[in-house]
């Protein structure tokens, strides 16, 4: 995998947006108007900036896959990360969800063990080369990373058809919470020797 430079944003929000149209999560927070195909982009530039700040942002080799990392432990309340959020609120979330998505992220908080974490936040191929193995190579190397960060991997899926995929990588469910949708909390150790 190919750490991505900022030059590598518009790739990582175009593979991220193509993958993550249909998704019930990232669906469930972007206001659904005439302009919701944006706001999923604008959605995705938000994620690429803040882990751009406070994580890591990998492409696959071949670059039709795009992962986003976060460091819980990391992020910090700057100017800039302020700005992200506001910009986010009014291009992806719109005003009226903003109760629902704080919430939402509220709950998700308070689920998620207060540990070092290695926090994949999305991971996408571009729809274009699903099922070609591209994803389960980038995800092998996520691991790999993580493993030897000696961090565990969080993450949260919506995608029913992932739950088996992840577990072949090893992760096991440690919660479900019921929104409008079902939300899946996943958990990867890491090898502790």
């Not at 518009?10 to 249909?22: E, M, R």
């Not at 882990?51 to 976060?70: H, P």
């Not at 992020?75 to 998505?101: E, F, H, M, P, R």
Request: net charge positive; glycine share 4%.
């Amino acid at each position: 995998m190919i750490k991505a430079q900022y030059s590598d944003k518009k790739l990582a929000v175009d593979i991220l947006a193509k993958s993550f149209d249909a998704n019930q999560s990232v669906n469930y927070i972007v206001e659904q108007d005439k302009k919701r195909i944006q706001r999923v982009r604008s959605l995705m530039d938000y994620s690429f900036e803040v882990c751009y700040l406070f994580g890591d942002v990998f492409l696959s080799d071949d670059k039709k896959a795009c992962a986003l990392i976060t460091y819980p432990d990391k992020k910090k309340t700057t100017l800039k990360s302020i700005l992200l959020d506001v910009k986010l609120i009014l291009s992806a979330v719109g005003l009226k969800n903003i109760k629902k998505t704080l919430a939402r992220e509220a709950m998700i908080n308070k689920i998620q063990p207060n540990e070092l974490k290695y926090y994949l936040w999305f991971i996408g191929v571009d729809p274009e080369y699903q099922n070609e193995g591209i994803g389960s190579i980038l995800l092998d190397e996520i691991i790999e990373d993580s493993e030897h960060k000696k961090r565990p991997i969080y993450l949260e899926t919506s995608t029913l058809k992932n739950l088996p995929w992840y577990k072949k990588f090893g992760f096991q469910i440690y919660h479900e919470l019921d929104l409008s949708y079902k939300l899946f909390f996943l958990k990867r150790e890491f090898d502790k020797r």
